[in-house]
């Protein structure tokens, strides 16, 4: 009887030449990108030597596969350049198709029962971002009957109030709270509108105003961790930018996806994203060149460039000091958004004195209302004070965490409240730490 043999997968070899590991140091980088999407993956080198033997990965592992290999070679890295089979479903999507994508990923978002699953995906550090002049246009091909509708400039009023709102809730009550509420909003309101007949102008209005709240979405996905979702919102709102022509929510959406790779510690693509950004802009006021160049300035440092971090930082301080007073919607940047990008190069560049101050400085000239900022920037002093030896300075600064945490939903919060209790579990004898501790204990007990 005929016996079926395997054919050895020489793409996967070729990769695995080209990324110089050994077939262990492959197995590792999947176990690690496997993490990050919530599988719990133990391979060894025996079954990578079972992939290039010809057998394949479980179908859910493949894209961690892929993931790990294009980390390692800094480009994205198809199915079939793996060897592996082309997922179903790969045609190009319909010139249409960001809408219906966007209500997909919405209505899975706003599910309790499918959000565990969408926050575990996977973020692409080598994901191929489109072009605006590739975008520009699209939505031209969508059917909108009548040459006016039920859908109209009330409609666009209405998607750009409730971001505001929902920005708002989120500054104040957290991540946790506030993007429940857009994913419905978006499905339930934003999709249908996109849909209805309208006029061309009236459409591209609610494509760009439906394109800011998708950005805000995924910033909040950001925020509570989840990356590789807040990545595929924040592309979904490049592509519905594209279609409404709308330059300004491009380049945001940009600088959004460059703080992202910066907070994941992806340096070179934090710099791409953020020069992307800046080259994407239209005809820039002053606030949002300060608002491109100061994450021009903290990627730049992540490279190690002194040079053009500093440059970049001198940019933003002259463009914010030429701004207006009025606080435009340009991500809300202001001095003490200007300071924090300070504390960052600085602290990248090994200057931690230096960094605490720019970064209590920071503090003092946030708005009150800002509970959400302020939790992170009080957690990151109290860490780098921590750093420099001032413990007691520290617990004091952990307090005033502590203060606006418990007010909060906030994944990134939560990340902090860990951090806090790791850091000072070693120094339970000292006078600060007991005080601190006991209050730990008792967030801890409310929280759970």
Known sequence: MATSRRTSNTS?????????????????????????????????????????????????????????????????????????????????????????????????????????????????????????????????????????????????????????????????????????????????????????????????????AASDLTYLTGWMAMYERAHGLGQRYYVKALHLAGEAKDHLTYCRTLRGMSLQASSLGYGAKALELADSAAAAAPSAGPRLVAFLRGQQAHAASMTGDRHTAITRLREAETALSKADSRRESIGGYDASAYLFHVSHVLYEFKDLPGSIKALNSSLKAQPRQERQGRVHSHALLAQRQFELGHLDAACATWHRFLDDYTEISSARGDAHFATLRTRIRPHHRAKAVRALSERVRHVATVKS
Do not use: K
């Open 12 to 208: 996967l070899a070729l990769l695995l030449r080209q990324a110089a590991w050994t077939e262990q140091q492959f197995a590792n980088a999947v176990n690690r990108a496997g993490a990050e999407a919530g599988l719990t993956l133990r391979y060894e080198q025996s079954a990578v030597a079972h992939w290039l033997s010809g057998t394949m990965p479980r179908p859910q592992v493949r894209p961690v596969v892929l993931e790990a290999l294009a980390r390692r070679l800094g480009r994205p890295v198809t199915h079939a350049e793996a060897g592996f089979p082309t997922r179903p479903g790969g045609a190009a999507p319909a010139r249409n198709a960001a809408v219906e994508e966007l209500l997909d990923l919405s209505r899975d978002d706003m599910d309790p029962s499918r959000r565990g699953v969408l926050q575990a995906g996977l973020y692409s550090a080598a994901l191929a971002v489109p072009l605006f002049s590739d975008l520009a246009g699209r939505a031209e091909a969508v059917a909108r009957p009548g040459r006016a509708g039920r859908v109209g400039a009330a409609q666009v009023e209405t998607v750009r109030a409730v971001t505001d709102r929902v920005a708002d809730i989120l500054d104040e009550f957290g991540g946790g709270h506030a993007r429940p509420m857009a994913a419905a909003f978006l499905v339930n309101s934003v999709r249908p509108w996109l849909t209805a007949p309208a006029s061309e102008q009236v459409h591209d209005d609610l494509l760009a």
